[in-house]
Nanobody, 124 residues
Framework: QVQLVESGGGSVQAGGSLRLSCAASGYTSTSSRMGWFRQAPGKEREGVAGIGSSGSTRYADSVKGRFTISKDNAKNTLYLQMNSLKAEHTAMYYC??????????????????WGQGTQVTVSS
């Protein structure tokens, strides 16, 4: 049974930083695509950052230069380092994955597994 468990969300002031973590079980990060998605109130879920099975990365234009996705294969853990946060980054952030050898993707429809989400709130 695959489980993706996020942690690291919270409240921060604009300009601050947070690091999200996603611990995967029943799932091997080395042979899978993983990523971070977010959903703000009243908006559709959207891709933020993705990492492919080979380590390739992809970012939404709105977070390029601010967010960094990485994974620790030994720990089967995905990370999202978020710097210079803005109020518009406030959302529920979800860890996501898809088994198999895939390149990075930000496509919601391509997700096979979802975590339960972790809330990020940025106050201005």
């Amino acid at each position: 049974q695959v489980q993706l468990v996020e942690s690291g969300g919270g409240s921060v002031q604009a300009g601050g930083s947070l690091r999200l973590s996603c611990a995967a079980s029943g799932y091997t990060s080395t042979s899978s695509r993983m990523g971070w998605f977010r959903q703000a109130p009243g908006k559709e879920r959207e891709g933020v950052a993705g990492i492919g099975s080979s380590g390739s990365t992809r970012y939404a234009d709105s977070v390029k230069g601010r967010f960094t996705i990485s994974k620790d294969n030994a720990k089967n853990t995905l990370y999202l380092q978020m710097n210079s946060l803005k109020a518009e980054h406030t959302a529920m952030y979800y860890c996501a994955g898809r088994g198999g050898l895939w390149s990075a993707s930000l496509d919601v429809a391509a997700v096979q597994y979802w975590g339960q989400g972790t809330q990020v709130t940025v106050s201005s």
